[in-house]
């Protein structure tokens, strides 16, 4: 359904109360809804409401994911908590992607090897951040564009497409089990800011074209350690240590992320599995806003995620990808050269997102509630973004092309104004969408890794 049927369709079945339709100027904020009523009659009605909204813009029910043989998911969880895997065996996954922060790093950039530190405390090195907020990495298996951008991907018909080009060979592609989520992993441990390092081990000696002398090194490493090859081949029935590549390493750690760290049972999928009582009537509510408010023509699916790219009007801050000859990031038109897409940024799935502060591409906003403001005057808010959020060294670094950002913002963004009631609302609708269990994630943590080298597997409770 495009976006015209949808908003028709909405209309006539009377469900668009005039939550946007202003300027961005103006900020008068159209009347809401009569005040909550806490009937039981009204709750099953504002229930049977929220379900024909759901359905109509074809958001369904998180399924269960895929089953994952056991030694396939021990042997990811030790790669992925394992520094071997980063040149100079200082950085693994999960110290960007840490438990204790519901797999993300509760900072605004990422800070890669050579960092000393975790999660908010870590310092950074000279070379300084990473350019994006590093996400959560809940329910892969529903995704199918990785990284902010999108530039890991499976298509319909089954073809990868990663910044590897030939070099991911269909000997590798084959590996997979589990799609985009299968092939990400290969992709960290190449990026000198993230893992391999630019001096100081053997990794880093390699040129960055050679993919597969890199893949290769990380493997030899491996082999050397009798532990890995034994789970290795423990992992793959019937295939010697000898014949496999990182693509098997690599399927593993997706292997591991979706079996451990996907999760379905938030008051939403409750809600959705039939009981219209899982969630509160303040949450039913901002369910409602949230279908209507256009919020839904973008984050909906499975994981609330189109899998598209727009431009929602975040503003640009850190050191970027060096686009526009410096700083800047134009996101998805990296990918395709449109330059409709600059600044597009794919959008996120929203399950525990409650838990992943901060947020945007580039964690330019702490507070789930600024966000979700954000939508409402997104042209405003944005020529008066507040940097006094960030960390101190990222205050000065918010670019000044936010003209610029505006003139390709999507246009599902114009005219959205809302009532403060209403960020209320939908703020409180996001916290519905945390599973209890994603709060305490130490579960995932090994006990130890086969390399014998430290843990990052989070800095104590939340
Ligand atoms: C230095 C910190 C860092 C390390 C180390 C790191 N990541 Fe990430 N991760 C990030 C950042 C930042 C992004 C977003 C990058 C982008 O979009 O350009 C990301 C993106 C991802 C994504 C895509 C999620 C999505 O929704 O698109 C996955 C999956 C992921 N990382 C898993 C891993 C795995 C597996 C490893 C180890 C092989 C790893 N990461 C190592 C910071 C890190
Ligand atoms: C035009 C498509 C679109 C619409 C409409 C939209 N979103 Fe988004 N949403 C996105 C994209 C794209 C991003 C990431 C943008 C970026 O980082 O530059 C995002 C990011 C978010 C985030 C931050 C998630 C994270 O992990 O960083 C939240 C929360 C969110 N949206 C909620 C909402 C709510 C609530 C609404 C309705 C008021 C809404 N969105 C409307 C596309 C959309």
């Keep these: 359904m495009d976006r015209r049927t949808w908003v028709a369709r909405l209309a006539a079945s009377g469900a668009i109360f ?13 009347d809401r809804t009569p005040a909550l009523s806490s009937s039981s009659t009204e709750m099953h009605a504002l229930a049977a409401e929220v379900r024909l909204l759901t359905a109509g813009r ?10 994952v043989r056991p030694a396939l998911v021990r042997l990811g969880q030790a790669l992925a908590f394992d520094k071997i895997l980063s040149g100079n065996k200082d950085i693994s996954c999960m110290t960007c992607h840490l438990p204790t922060f519901a797999t993300s790093d509760g900072r605004s950039l990422s800070v890669g090897q050579g960092g000393t530190g975790l999660g908010p405390a870590r310092v950074p090195p000279a070379g300084g951040f990473i350019p994006r907020n590093s996400p959560q990495v809940f329910n892969l298996f529903a995704i199918d564009q990785l990284f902010w951008d999108g530039r890991v991907s499976r298509d319909a018909v089954g073809n990868y497409h ?14 997979f089990e589990f799609g985009a989520a299968s092939a990400q992993p290969m992709f960290p441990v190449l990026s000198r800011e993230e893992m391999r390092g630019f001096n100081g081990n053997e990794l880093a000696g390699i040129s960055d074209n050679q993919e597969q002398q890199i893949w290769a090194g990380i493997m030899a490493r491996l082999g050397a350690i009798p532990e890995y090859r034994r789970m290795f081949q423990a992992a793959y029935p019937g295939q010697r240590f000898e014949q496999m590549t990182f693509a098997h390493a ?30 509160t009537q303040v949450q039913l509510q901002g369910a409602k806003d949230f279908m209507s408010a256009r919020c839904s023509i973008c984050h909906n699916g499975a994981a609330l995620t189109d899998n598209k790219f727009h431009n ?3 503003p640009q801050l850190g050191p970027g990808k060096g686009d526009g000859g410096g700083s800047d990031d134009f996101g998805r038109m990296r990918e395709t050269g449109d330059p409709a897409e600059k600044y597009a940024f794919r959008t996120p799935a929203l399950r525990n997102v409650e838990l992943t502060a901060p947020y945007g591409h580039d964690g330019a906003f702490f507070s789930l509630r600024d966000f979700v403001d954000h ?3 997104s042209a405003t808010k944005l020529m008066n973004y507040n940097p006094a959020q960030l960390e101190p060294s990222l205050r000065g670094t918010v670019l000044n092309n936010k003209t610029d950002i505006l003139s390709t913002r999507d246009p599902l963004l114009s005219g959205v104004v809302f009532s403060p009631q209403v960020v209320d609302e939908v703020t409180d609708f996001m916290k519905a969408l945390t599973d209890p269990a994603a709060r305490n994630l130490q579960g995932v943590v090994p006990g130890r890794v086969p ?7 989070g800095i104590g409770p939340r």
């Design 18 to 30: 005039a939550l946007f339709g202003c300027g961005d100027d103006n900020s008068t904020a159209p």
């Design 58 to 67: 074809g958001i369904t029910a998180l399924s269960k994911p895929p089953a």
């Design 162 to 175: 990663t910044p590897a080009g030939a070099a991911l060979t269909s000997a590798m592609t084959q590996v």
């Design 250 to 279: 690599s399927n593993a750690i997706a292997g591991f992320i979706i079996d451990r760290l996907s999760f379905n049972n938030s008051p939403w999928d409750r809600f959705l599995a039939g009981n219209d009582a899982a969630m």
């Design 312 to 314: 929602v009007a975040v």
């Design 375 to 377: 939508y409402s005057e």
């Design 451 to 457: 390399s014998g080298l430290s843990i990052d597997g």
